[in-house]
């Protein structure tokens, strides 16, 4: 997940259309930061969803 591009509750809502009633586990992984990329690693915020 991507702060501010895949990490807010309509993604989330997005993901459950897409999934569907597909029997799944579903795993849900912050992005880590790496040196010279301009993206942003999530906040713990994933029990919300």
Known sequence: MLAGVNDDIADADRLMVLIG???CKL???PYNEIDGFSTVQ???KLNDL
């Open 21 to 23: 009633d597909l029997p």
């Open 27 to 29: 795993n849900l992984i």
């Open 42 to 44: 999530v906040k713990r």
